[in-house]
């Protein structure tokens, strides 16, 4: 590995820790060239402050046609993966499908949402103590609860929950062929429920987004199926990742999940610390410099390629306070997870509240839960930017 432009993203060995060679890009950073998996080199950012300030930085574009636009992965090349709905936008049209969009994720509306929440993710518990010990948690709960909760949201059919969960998985974590497959039959399918609204709207959020903003005109059918596409992917994968990471985290810590047994008021600011130490997606933004920036003393210039990694960020030492230490009630707890500035996650609110549940209702009936398998034998994908379990035994 060069010392000028070290590889990145780099495989995990563990699950909740960084992969072995980030001390050594850490201790470059906050600001350094990386090498792609393609050859190019990109800036890397990894210092918290530094993440926070380019985020926000004038000169940042997140326009994914520019033929310089940094891709970390093969399966990123294709058309869907640059033409993301908000993802793939600047201001003003990102700002405005931004308007469109926020008060649906809003705090208000998702502790609305709270009680249905907390039926579903009780009756997922208690399909798992039905199911009696040893239970695999991915698919009784990490993978069907965030996948009934978008459904609902949205008004997609439950019933095709499991298509649309292979595909998506295949979007983030395939090889480009299988990545471009799914997303092209993850858009034809949503295609086909836009159609289905745009005829007879239903209470969902789809539904309302065809009376509010499509039969007036403001935007086009094409456009809603990309917004619910990243909305589809989005509030499933991550979050089910995290779920799964989470409750590994916090068995492979018996100190500090004590703390949360001793006082459950602690859940929601253990998932907070949660999401700091445990970085499920590796790289919180990709960017390509619209103009010179000046940032930690280096000048990043017009047509480069820029990263953010958010696992290197929650742990700033600069900011944080032993950042490699998993610490409950730590009061340093900020991160980057979900971004920051105008591309911060839309559904954070909504994610928070399902982890927030589901490690209170898992850990506080399954006080004595424990893994059934050692971490390393846990299959685990993601050599790249997101981890995604695919089975996670437990006893009790």
Not at 25 to 45: H, M, N, S, Y
Not at 201 to 227: K, Y
Not at 301 to 316: F, I
């Amino acid at each position: 590995m060069s010392s000028q432009a070290p590889n990145y993203p780099q495989p995990r060995t563990c699950p909740y820790q960084p992969p072995a060679g980030y001390q050594e890009i850490a201790e470059q950073g906050p600001l350094l060239k990386a090498t792609l998996f393609d050859g190019r080199e990109a800036w890397l950012v990894t210092g918290y402050q530094e993440s926070r300030e380019i985020l926000t930085h004038p000169n940042l574009s997140s326009k994914r046609t520019h033929p310089q636009f940094p891709i970390v992965a093969p399966r990123f090349r294709s058309q869907i993966a640059r033409s993301l709905a908000m993802i793939a936008m600047d201001p003003p049209e990102h700002d405005l499908y931004r308007r469109y969009l926020n008060p649906h994720f809003s705090l208000k509306q998702v502790r609305r949402m709270q009680p249905e929440i907390e039926r579903l993710v009780s009756g997922f518990v208690d399909r798992i103590i039905d199911n009696g010990p040893p239970a695999d948690l991915i698919p009784l709960l990490a993978v069907p609860l965030p996948s009934l909760v978008i459904c609902r949201h949205l008004g997609v059919p439950y019933e095709d929950h499991e298509f649309f969960q292979d595909a998506s998985g295949k979007v983030m974590l395939g090889t480009e062929e299988e990545s471009g497959g799914a997303a092209n039959d993850l858009v034809d399918y949503i295609d086909q429920l836009v159609t289905a609204q745009i005829k007879q709207p239903t209470d969902g959020l789809l539904g309302q987004l065809v009376r509010e903003r499509v039969l007036t005109g403001d935007i086009g059918h094409a456009e809603l199926v990309s917004i619910a596409l990243v909305l589809l992917i989005a509030a499933h994968e991550t979050t089910s990742s995290s779920l799964a990471l989470g409750v590994i985290t916090l068995l492979e810590h018996p100190d500090q999940l004590a703390l949360l047994h001793e006082d459950p008021t602690r859940f929601g600011s253990a998932v907070e610390e949660l999401l700091r130490y445990i970085a499920t997606t590796d790289l919180v933004a990709t960017r390509i410099a619209k103009g010179d920036i000046e940032l930690a003393g280096r000048t990043i210039r017009e047509g480069e390629g820029v990263l953010v990694s958010g696992t290197l960020a929650n742990r700033d030492p600069r900011t944080h306070r032993r950042p490699d230490e998993l610490d409950l009630l730590r009061s340093d707890s900020h991160h980057v997870t979900f971004g920051f500035g105008i591309h911060q996650c839309l559904g954070q609110n909504l994610a928070r509240l399902e982890l927030e549940v589901a490690f209170r209702e898992l850990f506080t009936r399954l006080p004595g839960l424990r893994l059934a398998a050692e971490v390393s034998e846990l299959p685990i994908l993601g050599a790249g930017t997101v981890q995604r379990v695919l089975s996670l035994p437990v006893t009790w």
